[in-house]
């Protein structure tokens, strides 16, 4: 997403389908239009949602899955009316441009080409019911109303008709989800909600690097930053906006400190023990990186092959973490890990 990707025409392109509401607005009831499959298929299908704090492995559990072959997700290809994939499809259909795989801006050896599926749904979170949830600094919990969830049914039914070939389940890695993880599982009651946590100080020291990374990257290339508020993307960077639960403070302690990222762990896996859906099923990545057993469950709950060649590899960071923090905020993290990780393996046993 450097601003050297992207000329004069691409930019604009960007800013009228993704910066513009109405615009936006506009291009779901075109593509809308067009669609002739009934959205009442897609309701009992074994989708997988995953969504969870950033750099906890939700990105690379998604591409396995989508490697199996079973998943429609959106994709670079439905980039940047992607709120009109079918209509998009066949426009661009002419001048389609193949990108050659290259590693994606977090700079954590993923690799990312035109096919590469990517959490682009929350635009159409943004667009229909922002106002619900989207803050100036911060991102709340809400309980999105029953017209946009029967909308974003009609989406997903949408991505999956534009399938080049016949799918008919979903995919979807979007970190904001689990602000209405709720209105997820009562819209698709078959779906498998995984929600990825990772060993805390070693999350949080990853958090605070990509912040570090992205806060650099977008004060030198000011598209970057667009693009990225654009897609609702907020995890970290100088457009920043921390998740707030349950009228909860934000993080008391600057974002250039572990101490901030320790505490975002510690309120947001809190409140996913106290809020999630009974079927969503917290993944310890830990236990994915050393346990193959934990991925061949995981398959076998999606219905789906345990093709351990195919996808992304589960690693652990070699980077150790490093810093000064707060020794209660580490045991009140560590004390939260060790009960998902009980939890985790409890139900996945």
């Not at 890695?173 to 990772?198: M, S, T, V, Y």
């Amino acid at each position: 997403m450097a601003d050297s990707e992207y000329g004069f025409l691409d930019r604009l392109l960007h800013r009228l389908a993704l910066g513009f509401p109405p615009v936006a607005e506009a291009s779901f009831d075109m593509d809308q239009a067009t669609v002739r499959v009934d959205p009442a298929h897609v309701i009992p299908q074994r989708h997988v949602f995953v969504s969870g704090l950033a750099r906890a492995g939700t990105s690379v559990l998604m591409r396995r899955f989508h490697a199996t072959g079973r998943y429609r997700s959106l994709t670079y290809r439905d980039m940047p009316f992607v709120l009109a994939p079918n209509r998009w499809r066949r426009m661009s259909l002419m001048s389609r441009r193949d990108i050659a795989k290259t590693e994606r801006a977090h700079g954590d050896d993923v690799l990312v080409d035109a096919d590469s599926p990517e959490s682009f749904d929350e635009v159409f979170w943004r667009i229909f019911s922002g106002d619900e949830y989207l803050g100036e600094d911060r991102l709340v919990a809400y309980r999105p109303t029953e017209e946009v969830v029967n909308k974003y049914v009609r989406y997903v039914n949408a991505i999956l008709a534009a399938s080049d070939t016949p799918l008919e389940r979903y995919l979807s890695k979007n970190n904001n989800n689990i602000l209405r993880l709720g209105a997820l599982h009562r819209a698709f009651p078959n779906a498998l909600i995984l929600i990825p946590f990772r060993e805390p100080l070693q999350h949080a020291h990853s958090l605070l690097r990509q912040h570090k990374r992205f806060s650099k990257m977008q004060s030198e290339q000011k598209f970057v930053l667009r693009y990225m508020t654009w897609l609702g993307h907020h995890e970290f960077g100088l457009d920043h906006r921390p998740f707030q639960f349950d009228g909860s403070a934000v993080p008391p302690h600057a974002p250039d400190t572990l101490n901030y990222w320790l505490y975002l762990w510690c309120d947001t896996y809190s409140w996913l023990e106290r809020s999630k859906p009974e079927a969503a099923q917290f993944v310890c990545y830990e236990d994915l990186c050393t346990r193959p057993e934990v991925w061949k469950r995981l398959a076998a709950l999606a219905d789906v092959a345990a093709q351990q060649e195919a996808g992304d590899a589960f690693k652990l960071s070699d980077k150790p973490p490093s810093g000064d923090f707060d020794r209660g905020l580490a045991d009140r993290a560590n004390a939260i890990y060790a009960r998902l990780v009980e939890g985790a393996r409890a139900r996945l046993s």
